[in-house]
């Protein structure tokens, strides 16, 4: 019976989907597809061009740990600002910027002046500008579609950006830097313009009415509240940001591992990219497969099972050098791993007052993606201490780990706070 609650939930979003989400989601689905196709070539950019100023790990981790740093930084003041202005020109403004930096690193690796330390502080402001864009972007949504639809339009819209950030943004950044680096970012630089005008089409207000006059910090503290009296969101964020600290450690020095003829895995810069192409093919098709995944297996069995599939994906470089074979896990991997974001996105959205959204999106983000620059900086001291392999082993085994939090994520205990959003 419990499981049936759990369906009858998806029912209106698919009913929803087939008639249409409206004329301003598709603008704002075509903005955010290529912003986050810029994004997945300026993050596998910039750690390519990095290799070619120094070969430590740790400066090379560092490329990863200043595009994270921001989420550490800045996000519950990100969180306090999106619930302040205009959700929809904080994007424009955070695109804008993202395309300045970019094009000014583009002409100073043209004219020769590049560094590894300029690629730090071009990599740190993006992150900033991503802060913004992202928490407004989750934040938006609801005052897109009706919450019954939030299914429905997670899973589209999580499938056009991870198809843009992860499975086309590698390839192209690897056949881009191999072009040339000045080409690598001028690119990103030119699809960020493109993502501003996309944007000026989406119509409306966004901008939430607040009752008189409070301060950020009183703002950010009523965010934090919300989510630490908040058990289930609680859990699911502590959970999403060991994940995200296994995973940025395994990626900060995977490029180290897998490109050139010296390393374990003796690929190529395309033939890279195109490795990580297998992890964003699953994930765009288990975006899309995810109302029915959830339907299927239900919310709690489907979330248990991504994080067996993360486990599998950070730790299989460990057990195999084959590029074949990581690529299959990381494939079906991928899959599990999109089911976890739709659902727990989608569940996050609903049971969040819309005054408290942006907020509780970014103190959410700071549990779950603040642990991504200590997870970079960890991996390449782990790397420079034990060895490559050593990294993979070890987070595969903190990975697996998660599965203890699934004993406060249940089917009961999930719709028990949905309930209390409708009461």
């Known amino acids: 019976m419990q499981r049936m609650t759990g369906e009858v939930r998806t029912e209106p979003a698919a009913s929803r989907e087939r008639v249409g989400l409206g004329g301003r989601y ?4 075509s903005a955010s597809a290529v912003s986050n196709l810029a994004d997945g070539i300026v993050k596998i950019a910039l750690p390519l061009i990095a290799v070619r100023y120094t070969d430590s790990p740790v400066l090379v981790a560092g490329v990863a740990v200043a595009f994270s740093l921001p989420w550490l930084l800045f996000a519950l003041p990100a969180g306090a600002l999106v619930d302040r202005l205009d959700r929809r020109r904080v ?3 955070a695109n804008t910027v993202r395309a300045t930096l970019l094009g000014a690193l583009a002409l100073a690796v043209a004219l020769d002046v590049g560094a590894i330390w300029l690629l730090y502080l071009v990599a740190l402001g993006v992150g ?3 802060t913004l864009y992202d ?3 989750q934040s938006i949504l609801p005052q897109v579609v009706s919450r019954a639809a939030l299914p429905a339009a997670n ?10 950030n992860q499975f086309v943004g590698p390839p192209l950044a690897g056949f881009l830097v191999a072009a040339g680096a000045a080409v690598a970012l001028a690119g990103p630089a030119g699809l960020w313009a493109v993502a501003v005008a996309a944007l000026l089409l989406v119509g409306g207000r966004f901008r939430i009415d607040r009752d008189g006059q409070t301060s950020v910090r009183a703002d950010i503290a009523e965010g934090l509240r919300f989510l630490w009296r908040h058990r289930l969101l609680r859990t699911l964020a502590t959970m999403v940001g060991v994940s995200n600290f296994c995973t940025n450690a395994i990626f900060a020095v995977l490029v180290l591992y897998a490109v050139g003829p010296g390393s374990a895995i003796g690929l190529t810069e395309p033939g890279f990219g195109l490795l990580l192409t297998t992890i964003a093919a699953g994930i765009v098709l288990g975006s899309l497969a995810a109302a029915g995944i959830e339907r299927r297996l239900g919310r709690a069995r489907a979330l248990a099972l991504s994080v067996v599939a993360m486990a599998a994906v950070v730790g299989v470089p460990a057990l195999s050098t084959n590029p074949y074979v990581i690529g299959a896990v990381f494939f079906c991997g991928g899959i599990l791993l999109a089911a976890w974001n739709v659902i727990t996105i989608s569940l996050r959205q609903r049971i969040t007052p819309d005054h408290l959204l942006g907020r509780v999106n970014s103190s959410y983000r700071l549990l779950a993606w603040g642990s991504m620059p200590v997870g970079a900086l960890v991996g390449g001291l782990l790397a420079e201490l034990f060895g490559l392999r050593a990294v993979f082993a070890v987070m595969g085994v903190l990975a697996s780990t998660l599965l203890l939090g699934m004993l406060r994520v249940t089917d009961a205990n999930i719709e028990a706070a949905e309930r209390e959003v409708s009461t």
């Open 26 to 29: 598709w603008r704002l689905w």
């Open 91 to 93: 994007m424009l403004a």
């Open 128 to 130: 900033a500008a991503e």
């Open 135 to 137: 928490t407004s972007a």
């Open 155 to 164: 899973g589209r819209l999580h499938a056009v950006e991870l198809a843009a």
